[in-house]
RNA sequence: GGCGCCGUAGCCAAGUGGUAAGGCAGAGGUCUGCAAAACCUCGAUUCGGCGGUUCGAAUCCGCCCGGCGCCUCCA
């Protein structure tokens, strides 16, 4: 099975084949910690979470890198008006940032640079591209000569001429020039660094450098931490679409000027999230955060199934009602687990096609996410499986205890890609007192059933139902779930 | 204005030349003391519209309609 990725840098699906084999680097653009990011940020990080899981899935050793950006106008910003330092600033977020991820399941990345521990390798190849001639210094700032490169332009295909007049610029805006962007001799320079401003003094921003002090620009700030964690070249760089033009595309013009060498090989961008059908985003204020989902009651490997649930490179519409049909599919996924572990086995149990189901399962599974993380596809393939082996299980009594096992290592072996299933069953982990009591009532239950007294039965059954607990009677004797 | 993406059932969503996956919701049935879960059956003669290419098109081409993104804040 090959596995592909539509890379951004050629528009075409190819084979993906690691620099070194048998290991990948991967470097995803992390958040910027002013704020704690939106439900829209979170499906780029998911989907980063994806791509790193399904690695380690197919065997890689994976080097996982998300940066943290941690000095910027924002940060600088929110801080001068907290009155406090940029590092007590934007500590809480980043703390806040790592809580979500946690809440989301997501996969502990190998490291999380900041930007402002990585500073002396930023100026390094500031000082480089200095030298190389491919950025020039103006006042105390440095920008990067985007006349110097011919390649610029070679991820977006952004015609040139067009970003030259700020097209996309109301002419309100144009006029309000951010006094980083003067010295530029050209439109399209973009700053590696830039001077120290009586704001950045204020919040501790500054560092010094052979061009005087200030702090970097932002597009460096990436090329300078993927680089240090993975090398000069790596496999792997991906991020939100927005970020194609003009933060990639710089990444790549500073990184390969420095280095004269190929930056990173497979570019995967992810497309927006939207909300009644516009982008979500924190300048349009039409955004939703994971906590403001978790006050209203849902639940987090929900958000994670809808948020994982669309390829990638297709927009994806949030909607509650979305959210709720999430809810419902994992719910289905979840009852099939349960149906799973419960279900009796026997030594002399007539073989089935359970195995072979559970097999099949696992090769459409992989060849979906082979396709270019098809995830949709490979959902098609799980609800396949869920369906043929529901049915295999509602007609049959004690199964084969391999085949029964060869199920269940088929779906725990799924849910390490997905990892939606052993989140879910986190959030229903119920304590130890609560669990002995269903099972008390249970089984009074049990007793009032067996003597036929079906409104004692009923009654108990409404009073576990009030704590939140759901019964079921199956062949195989009662079960219980958190409703 | 430039570049690019999208439009598939009530909703979500795969499928990019060979005759429409999957999920949610809905209807009927089976099972059940009743439920729940589960299973079975039903739903697009059709893929925004109109033309064209082809033996054959949701898939390729053209035009049109509608929606969205990027064009130096942005996941």
Redo the contacts with the bound molecule.
Sequence with gaps: MALTFYNTLTRRQEPFEPLKPGRVGMYG????VYQL??L??Y???LFFDLVHRYLVWKGYTVDAVMNL?DV???TINGALAAGISLADYTAPVAQAFFEDLRTLGVREASVYPRATERIPQMIELIGTLLERGHAYEVGGSVYFDVASWPEYGKL????LA????????QERERQAV?PDELGKR?????ALWKAAKPADRAVGAVWSTPWGEGRPG?HIECSAMGMAELGETFDIHL?????????HE?EIAQSEAATGKPFVRYWLH?????ID???????LGNFVTLRDLLEEGHSPAAIRYLLL???H?????F?R??L???R??L??LQ??EA?LAHHPAAEDAAPTRLGEVAARALAEFEA?MD??L?V??A??A???F???S??V???AGPLRAEELAAARRSLERIDEVLGVLRLARESARVGEDLAAWVEERIEA?QAA?ARRD??A??AI?AELAAAGI??????HGPRWKRA
Excluded: Y
């Excluded at 653009?29 to 910027?32: E, W």
């Excluded at 050209?186 to 973009?190: K, L, S």
């Excluded at 991020?239 to 933060?247: A, K, S, T, W």
């Excluded at 759901?470 to 062949?475: F, K, L, M, N």
């Design positions: 653009c992390g958040p910027t990011p939106h829209g940020n499906r780029s990080f950006t910027d106008d924002k977006s295909r952004v015609d067009a970003v030259r007049e700020g097209a996309g610029l951010d050209d439109p399209r320079d973009f932002w991020g939100g679409e927005d970020l194609i033009f003009p933060h710089d992810v497309k927006h999230l939207v059908g516009e982008k979500m985003s924190k300048s649930g669309a390829h490179r297709k927009e994806l519409n909607t009602a979305g709720a049909d999430a419902e599919a719910r289905r009852d099939f149906t979906a396709d270019d098809n949709a596809a959902l098609a799980l609800f396949t869920v369906r043929e529901n049915s299980l509602h007609s239950r059933r079906f409104q039965a009923d059954r759901v019964v079921e009677d199956t062949p």
